[in-house]
């Protein structure tokens, strides 16, 4: 980067830009705490906004942690990789569930809230099946996403089979109950992570992160279930190929 370009770039951005060559360099080795945020202020001569940016971006890349009360851990002294998978079809999503670990940590059948409700056409107070977990890619120790799972109560009868699946949830309902998804919507949003998010997933909370929506549908328009998963920014891409008709 020339002289120009340096200055150009942003104080924080430097500041993470040395600190990542620090922990790449070996200063700071894998589960190491970082210098506290007023000693970078004093080693840099620079504001607390300007270093608590500075880890922020190394916590996006997957570097450190930062643990409320604790203080900065060094998470990896490489960028970790991010988790990129392309679909162009039901099948191709169905083999995403394949590739990677869903790990349930709540099942429990419950009324869904308004604002749920909204989002599943539903009644506010419906009994709908509520699955809540992680999910990992392949061995690695850093959970890409969390999953929540709408089933309709219809579908209920397989909460005590989701604990531990090697296949999707759709792909149990499929065999269970011959529900066969003929349509599936999506959409996408940027979102920020909330506190309880942010620590299942063992990142600051605000951190900014992919959230799909997707809805399962029968070929008769009927709803069989609603999966929203938030992906952190930095640990996923979404891809896609369209082509021309004709």
Same mark, same amino acid.
């Given at each position: 980067?020339?002289e120009?370009s340096?200055?150009?770039?942003?104080?924080?951005?430097? !500041?993470a830009?040395? +600190?990542?060559?620090?922990?790449?360099?070996?200063?700071?080795?894998?589960? #190491?705490?970082?210098?506290?945020?007023?000693?970078?202020?004093?080693e840099?001569? /620079?504001?607390?906004?300007?270093?608590r940016?500075?880890? @922020?971006?190394?916590?996006?890349?997957?570097?450190? #942690?930062?643990?409320q %009360? #604790?203080?900065?851990?060094?998470?990896? !002294?490489? @960028?970790?990789?991010?988790?990129?998978h392309? $679909? *162009?079809s039901i099948e191709?999503?169905?083999?995403?569930?394949?590739?990677?670990?869903?790990?349930p940590?709540?099942v429990?059948?419950r009324?869904?809230?308004?604002?749920?409700? @909204?989002?599943?056409?539903?009644?506010?107070?419906?009994? $709908?099946?509520?699955?809540?977990?992680?999910?990992?890619e392949?061995?690695?120790k850093?959970?890409?996403?969390?999953?929540?799972?709408?089933?309709?109560? @219809?579908?209920?009868?397989?909460? &005590?089979?989701? $604990?531990?699946?090697?296949h999707?949830?759709?792909?149990?309902?499929?065999?269970?109950?011959?529900?066969?998804?003929?349509? +599936? *919507?999506?959409?996408?949003?940027?979102?920020?992570?909330?506190?309880?998010?942010?620590?299942? +997933? %063992? /990142?600051?909370?605000?951190?900014a992160?992919l959230s799909?929506?997707?809805?399962?549908? #029968?070929? &008769?328009?009927?709803?069989?279930?609603?999966?929203?998963?938030r992906h952190?920014?930095?640990?996923? /891409?979404?891809?896609m190929?369209?082509?021309?008709?004709?």
């Open positions: 980067m020339d120009f340096a200055r150009r770039e942003p104080r924080y951005r430097q !500041v830009r040395d +600190l990542r060559r620090a922990i790449e360099g070996g200063r700071y080795s894998v589960g #190491s705490l970082m210098p506290t945020e007023s000693e970078l202020c004093r840099y001569s /620079i504001s607390r906004y300007t270093v940016e500075a880890l @922020r971006l190394l916590e996006g890349e997957g570097f450190v #942690s930062r643990r %009360g #604790s203080g900065t851990f060094v998470e990896a !002294v490489r @960028r970790p990789k991010t988790y990129s392309a $679909w *162009n191709e999503l169905m083999q995403y569930a394949k590739d990677t670990k869903y790990r940590e709540r429990e059948l009324p869904v809230t308004e604002e749920e409700a @909204r989002m599943l056409g539903a009644e506010p107070g419906e009994a $709908w099946l509520f699955v809540t977990g992680p999910r990992f392949a061995d690695d850093r959970p890409i996403c969390i999953t929540d799972v709408f089933i309709d109560r @219809r579908f209920a009868d397989v909460a &005590d089979e989701v $604990w531990d699946l090697d999707s949830i759709y792909d149990l309902i499929e065999d269970r109950f011959d529900a066969v998804a003929a349509h +599936l *919507n999506q959409e996408i949003q940027a979102v920020e992570l909330g506190p309880e998010d942010a620590a299942r +997933l %063992g /990142i600051e909370p605000g951190t992160a799909l929506t997707r809805r399962y549908l #029968s070929a &008769d328009g009927e709803l069989i279930l609603t999966s929203i998963s952190p920014g930095q640990r996923f /891409i979404y891809a190929e369209l082509r021309r008709e004709g």
